[in-house]
């Protein structure tokens, strides 16, 4: 993996804020229509906040 800048740092698909470099960090990998998702999410608990709002 390699390090990125604050410049190229995805934001979160919970609350937006942008995603840093740190161990609360939590990637969600999926393959959708044949293409590799990644969706990033500051913390555990801005991943399940997304989950539970696109489980229902």
Do not use: I, K, L
């Amino acid at each position: 993996m390699t390090d990125s800048t604050d410049e190229d740092s995805p934001d979160c698909r919970s609350c937006g804020d942008p995603v840093g470099p740190s161990s609360e960090q939590r990637v969600v990998t999926s393959v959708e229509d044949a293409e590799t998702v990644y969706r990033h999410f500051c913390s555990d608990d801005c991943r399940e906040q997304w989950e539970s709002s696109n489980s229902a």
